[in-house]
């Protein structure tokens, strides 16, 4: 498996992608897709030595898997359409995920996993409403896996 190193990855303000996929990349310099409009964002076996800024992105599917964020992930006002996958996410300060905005389909198809990240990120800095409301979604989401489980079962 090859690591490509990245010094900058910046797609304009306002950018639009139908796909963007970063796979086994060592990013040493800021990256940001804020404003930008993404319908499938995946990042997968990589790490971010500098700030993550994916500030009022619109997004259809974002698709976080087995990444380092060594300094902040901005994610505040990120609007979301079609679902979450956060797994083996590490960071080193916690990402921050306020005014984030998700569909009724975003909340059906996310994972229970990227709830609990995002309830965590909530309660490092305290804001126990939004944690809250992300233990709700996580809570609901641990109810469907129950359900699928139960029928598998029987």
Same mark, same amino acid.
């Given at each position: +498996? %090859?690591? $490509?190193?990245?010094?900058?990855? *910046? ?11 970063? +796979?086994?990349? /060592? ?5 940001? !897709?804020?404003?930008?409009? &993404?319908? @499938?964002?995946?990042?997968?076996? #990589?790490?971010? @030595?500098?700030?993550?800024? !994916?500030? =009022? +992105?619109? %997004?259809?599917? !974002?698709?976080? $898997?087995?990444?380092?964020?060594? $300094? ?7 609007? &979301?359409?079609?679902?979450?996958? !956060?797994?083996?996410?590490?960071? %080193? ?7 984030? $905005? ?7 198809? #996310?994972? =229970?996993?990227?709830? =609990? ?6 309660? %490092?800095?305290?804001?126990? *409403? ?9 809570? /609901? ?9 139960? =029928?598998?079962?029987?």
């Amino acid at each position: +498996m %090859a690591w $490509k190193a990245m010094s900058a990855a *910046i797609l304009p303000n306002g950018g639009k992608a139908g796909t963007l996929t970063l +796979m086994n990349t /060592e990013c040493n310099g800021r990256f940001s !897709l804020e404003l930008s409009e &993404i319908g @499938n964002l995946l990042f997968s076996d #990589s790490t971010f @030595n500098r700030p993550v800024n !994916l500030s =009022r +992105m619109k %997004a259809g599917n !974002l698709d976080i $898997k087995r990444v380092d964020f060594e $300094k902040v992930l901005a994610c505040n006002e990120v609007s &979301i359409t079609s679902g979450i996958t !956060l797994r083996s996410v590490r960071h %080193a300060v916690a990402p921050d995920f306020v005014d984030m $905005k998700l569909t009724a389909e975003a909340k059906a198809n #996310s994972d =229970r996993e990227a709830f =609990r990240l995002i309830k965590h990120s909530f309660e %490092a800095v305290a804001n126990r *409403i939004e944690a809250n409301r992300f233990f709700g979604l996580e809570m /609901e989401a641990y109810r469907k896996e129950l359900k699928q489980s139960h =029928r598998l079962c029987s």
